[in-house]
C-alpha cells in the first residue's frame, strides 16, 4: 500500500473543513475485498492522502477532494470517494508467517460461529459453544504434546539414550551417558528436564503471539452505544455494542491455554519419574512426593478446564474488565508446578536407564479419543439447533460447524503426526532401530492416501458433473446473445467460466465427504493402533497378500506425504517471512478465517474485523453527524461483509441514513450459509430493513458473490439480475477488442456500478436536515426512505 503524508489542514482531527450544516455533502466510502489494494487503484488516482488512520489500516482520499464538503457544487451530484484500505491487518510484516502455526486453532475457532440459528434456545446455545471451546482446549493440549513426542521421548530419551545415535548428533553428546561418559546431564530425568525447555519456548511463543496481538487488535474500542431493544433476541447479534470487543474472554482463555500447554509440559516430565520410584523397592520419599505433584498437577488442569468451561462471551455491552488475578495467576501457577515437577524429575537416581519409548500412545489415544467425542456431541447439539428453525440453505442442514472443528482436529493431528515422524526419520539416519513416535502417529499418517483415494473419486465425479453443467450453460450463452455473430470458442469459455463458478456451492458436498471419510479412517486408526500396538505394516504381516500390500504401501506412502507436507509447510513460511507477495497470498487466507472474534481459542490468529468493524463505524457516524450528508457504503468481496457488519453497529439514526452497494458480495453465498446464526436469512432481512437502502451486483462468473435472495418482494429490492460478463460477447464500437471475463473482479467497470450508485445517492433523501448539537450529540432525521 502506498503511503500518503497526513494532510495540515483545519477543521477537526480528521483534516477535512466541512459546514455542520451542509446538506449537500455525499460520500461514497470503498472497502475492499481479500489480497488488498492500493489507495491509487481504488480511488483511480496516484495522488491519495492519508486522512485518518495508521500504517495498518486507514481512510484515503484524492488530493483535490481533500475539503470536498466546502465545496458540495464542484461534485455536481456525484460522491466523494473515499477509500478504507485494511489490507496490511492480515499480510503486514514478516512475523505474519509464524500465523501458519496456528492454523488449527484459526480453523477451530470457526467452528464456533457456525452454529445454525435456534432463536430460544440459550442453554443449547451455550453448551455449543462449550463444546467447541474445549475441542479447541484439546488442540492446543495435542499441539504441545507433539513438542513434547519430539523434544522428550525421540531426542532426549530414545537418541540420547543410545550411543551412536547421540555420536551422530553431537548437540546431544552431554545428554548422553555413552556419550558423555555418565556426565551430571545424561540422567534420564536430567535430559527430560533440560529437552523440556522446547514445548515450554513453544508455549511461550503461542501466548506471545497471541498476547502481541490482543494489544493491537482486542484493544480498540468499538463505537460506545447502547444496546438496542431487542439485540438480545433479534436475529443477529452482529450488532450487539460488545460483539467486535472480545478483550476479556481472549484474555482469560489465553491464561487457560497457556497454563494447559505448562501443564502438558510439567505432565509429560513427571510421569516417567513417578512411574521410576513407584516400582516395587523405589525411594519412599520421592514416591509419595510424586504422588502429591500429581494430585496437584491435576487440581491445577481441573481449575484450568472450569475457566474454559465459564460463560463464554458478554456481547451486550463493552465488557472492560480483565479478570486481573485469574489471568495471572492461573498460569503462574501452572509454571509454578513445571518447576516443580523439573526438580522431581532431575532429582539423582543413578539406577534409572532409558529404554523403548516414553508412555505417549495412551496420551495420545486419549486426546483423540476425546476429540472424537467432543466433535461427536458437537453434533448432536448442532442437529438439535437446526431442527429448531430449519434453514434450507444452511451448509450441510447446520452440520458445518462440527465438521469443521473435525478437520481442525485432523488438522492438528497430521501437523503432529508429520513433525514426529519427520524428526523421528532424521534422527534415525545411522541405521539405529529407535522405537520411534507412538504407533498411533504412524497409523493416522498411514490414513492419508485411502483419505486421498476418496477426494480424488469426489473430484472425479465433480469433474463430470461440471463438464455436464458446462455443456448445458452453452445454449444460454447463445440463446442470450441471439442475433450476435457466432463464436463457439468464446461460447464456450464463458460457459466454463460460469461451470466453474458453480463449484463453490458444492463446497458442503466436499466438506461433507472430507470429514465423514476422516471420522471413519480416523476412528479405524485409533481402533488399530490400541488392539494391535504395531504399525500398519507389521500389524497386517499374517493378513493376506492383497491386505499386506496395501497396509505396507499406505504406511510408506503416508509417510512421504506427511514429511513432504512438513517440508512444504516450512518452505511456505519461510517464503512468506522473506517475500512480501507470498505473505499476501497467507493474508488471503486469513482475510476468510479471521473475520470473527476468538470466542474458542486465544491462539488463533487475531481478528482483524476488531479493528476494521470500529473503523468504519467511527468515520460513518462522525462523518454524518458532523455533515447531515448522504452515505453510500461500497464493498467489494470481504469488504462487504465488513461494510454490512459495520452497518450493523451504527445507532439506528445514522444507519437509516447509509445506503449500502454490495458487489461480488458472498454475504449469503458463503457467509449466510455457513455461519447461519449471523448471516442468515432472517438477519439479511433486517439488515435490509435497517439500512436506507441497499442494492447487490453479481455476475454468474463469479465464483465467491452471488445473490443475497431475500424472500418475497424484498429479493429483487436487493438483488440487481445478474451483470453481463464479458461486457460485450463480440467487437463493438464501445469494445472493438474483444472484452475479458472479470468473474470476481473490476465490477466497477461495469456501467450499471455507476447507475445503482446513482440510484441509491437519489433514494436517500437529499433534504436531509444538518444534525442538530444539543449537549455535544447530533439530533436530527435518520433519512430513511424504503426500499
Known amino acids: 500500500m502506498e503511503r500518503a503524508q497526513e494532510p495540515a489542514t483545519a477543521g477537526g482531527g480528521n483534516g477535512l473543513t466541512a459546514r455542520p450544516e451542509d446538506t449537500g455533502a455525499a460520500l461514497e466510502l470503498l472497502v475492499h475485498g481479500v489480497g488488498g489494494t492500493t489507495p491509487g487503484k481504488m480511488l483511480d488516482d496516484p495522488r491519495t492522502v492519508r486522512i485518518t488512520g495508521d500504517d495498518t489500516a486507514a481512510v484515503f482520499r484524492r488530493a483535490q477532494d481533500l475539503d470536498a464538503e466546502a465545496r458540495p457544487d464542484d461534485r455536481r451530484g456525484g460522491p466523494v470517494p473515499e477509500a478504507y484500505v485494511w489490507c496490511n491487518l492480515t499480510s503486514g510484516n514478516g512475523a505474519r508467517a509464524l500465523w501458519l502455526l496456528l492454523l488449527p486453532f484459526m480453523v477451530a475457532n470457526l467452528a464456533h460461529w457456525m452454529r445454525p440459528a435456534a432463536p430460544g434456545r440459550t442453554r443449547t446455545v451455550r453448551l455449543y459453544g462449550l463444546l467447541v471451546r474445549l475441542a479447541g482446549l484439546t488442540l492446543t493440549v495435542l499441539m504441545v504434546a507433539a513438542a513434547c513426542e519430539v523434544a522428550l521421548d525421540l531426542a532426549a530419551w530414545q537418541c540420547a539414550g543410545v550411543g551412536p545415535c547421540a555420536r551422530r548428533h553431537s548437540w546431544l553428546g552431554f ?44 484493544s480498540q474500542k468499538p463505537l460506545d452505544r447502547a444496546p438496542e431493544p431487542d439485540a438480545e433476541t433479534g436475529p443477529t447479534s452482529l450488532g450487539r455494542p460488545g460483539f467486535w470487543y472480545g478483550r476479556r474472554l481472549v ?59 465459564r460463560r463464554g462471551r458478554s456481547e451486550d455491552r463493552l465488557d472492560q474488565e480483565l479478570d486481573k488475578h485469574l489471568v495471572r495467576r492461573l498460569p503462574l501457577g501452572a509454571l509454578l508446578l513445571l518447576g516443580f515437577a523439573l526438580l522431581y524429575a532431575g532429582w539423582s537416581r543413578p539406577d534409572w536407564h532409558s529404554s523403548g519409548r516414553l ?52 488438522l492438528g493431528g497430521v501437523i503432529s503426526g508429520g513433525v514426529a515422524q519427520r524428526v523421528a526419520d532424521w534422527l534415525d539416519g545411522t541405521g539405529v532401530a529407535l522405537d520411534g513416535p507412538p504407533v498411533l502417529l504412524t497409523w493416522q499418517a498411514s490414513v492419508i492416501p485411502p483419505l486421498l483415494l476418496v477426494l480424488l473419486a469426489l473430484a472425479a465425479r465433480l469433474a463430470r458433473r461440471t463438464s455436464r453443467f458446462a455443456r448445458a ?217 435497517e439500512v436506507a437502502c441497499w442494492r447487490n451486483l453479481y455476475r454468474l462468473t463469479d465464483p465467491i458473490g452471488g445473490p443475497i435472495r431475500l424472500p418475497g418482494d424484498c429479493g429483487p429490492a436487493v438483488d440487481h439480475t445478474p451483470l453481463d460478463d464479458p461486457l460485450a460477447y463480440g467487437r463493438t464500437p464501445e469494445h472493438p477488442l474483444p472484452a475479458p471475463l472479470l468473474g470476481h473482479s473490476d465490477y466497477q467497470a461495469d456501467p450499471v456500478f455507476a447507475e445503482e450508485r446513482a440510484r441509491l445517492l437519489a433514494r436517500l433523501r437529499p433534504d436531509l436536515p444538518g444534525p442538530r448539537h444539543v449537549d455535544g450529540e447530533a439530533q436530527g432525521s435518520s433519512g430513511r426512505s424504503s426500499a
Do not use: N
Not at 444452511?394 to 465438521?403: R, V
Not at 504381516?541 to 492383497?546: F, T
Not at 473503523?615 to 454524518?624: A, I, Q
Open 359 to 410: 508412555p505417549g500412545d495412551t496420551a495420545f489415544a486419549g486426546l483423540a479419543l476425546a476429540q472424537g467425542l467432543l466433535v461427536v456431541a458437537l453434533g448432536v447439539v448442532a442437529y438439535l439447533l437446526h431442527r429448531t428453525a430449519p434453514d434450507p440453505r444452511a451448509a450441510m442442514h447446520g452440520l458445518g460447524g462440527p465438521a469443521v472443528a473435525l478437520l481442525a482436529c485432523a
Open 251 to 309: 484474555a482469560r482463555l489465553r491464561a487457560a491455554h497457556t497454563a494447559a500447554g505448562l501443564l502438558t509440559v510439567a505432565t509429560a516430565v513427571l510421569v516417567p519419574a513417578a512411574r521410576f520410584d513407584h516400582r516395587p523397592g523405589g525411594p519412599a520419599a520421592l514416591d509419595t512426593l510424586g504422588r502429591l505433584l500429581a494430585v496437584a498437577l491435576l487440581a491445577w488442569a481441573a481449575a484450568t478446564v472450569a475457566v474454559v468451561c
Open 473 to 689: 450453460e452453452r445454449g444460454r450463452v447463445e440463446r442470450e446473445h441471439r442475433g450476435e455473430p457466432e463464436d463457439t470458442a468464446r461460447t464456450r469459455r464463458i460457459a466454463r467460466a460460469r461451470a466453474m463458478a458453480a463449484l463453490t456451492d458444492r463446497a458442503p458436498l466436499i466438506v461433507g465427504v472430507l470429514c465423514a471419510a476422516t471420522l471413519l479412517l480416523g476412528a479405524g486408526a485409533l481402533v488399530g493402533a490400541q488392539v494391535t500396538d504395531r504399525p500398519p505394516g507389521e500389524a497386517a504381516r499374517r493378513a493376506y497378500d492383497v491386505v499386506r500390500g496395501a497396509a505396507e504401501t499406505s504406511q510408506a506412502l503416508g509417510s512421504w506425504l506427511v514429511g513432504l507436507g512438513f517440508i512444504l509447510f516450512v518452505t511456505w513460511g519461510r517464503r512468506a517471512y522473506k517475500d512480501a507477495s507470498a505473505r499476501r497470498t497467507i493474508g488471503i487466507l486469513w482475510d476468510v478465517g479471521t473475520f470473527w472474534p476468538r470466542a474458542a481459542h486465544p491462539f488463533a490468529p487475531p481478528c482483524y474485523a476488531e479493528r476494521a468493524v470500529p473503523d468504519l463505524t467511527w468515520r460513518m457516524d462522525t462523518w454524518t453527524r458532523r455533515t447531515g450528508g448522504r452515505l453510500v457504503l461500497s464493498g467489494h468481496s470481504q469488504g462487504s461483509v465488513l461494510a454490512a457488519a459495520a452497518a450493523w453497529q451504527l445507532p439506528p439514526a445514522a444507519r437509516g441514513r447509509v445506503a449500502l452497494l454490495t458487489y461480488g458480495s458472498p454475504l449469503e453465498r458463503l457467509y449466510g450459509r455457513w455461519f447461519p446464526a449471523q448471516f442468515g436469512p432472517a438477519a439479511l432481512a433486517s439488515l435490509h430493513r
Open 175 to 218: 545428554l548422553s551417558p555413552a556419550v558423555s561418559g555418565g556426565g551430571w546431564w545424561s540422567e534420564p530425568g536430567r535430559r527430560l528436564a533440560v529437552a523440556a525447555l522446547v514445548p515450554i519456548a513453544l508455549t511461550t511463543l503461542l501466548w506471545y503471539l497471541s498476547h502481541r496481538t490482543w494489544s493491537a487488535y482486542e
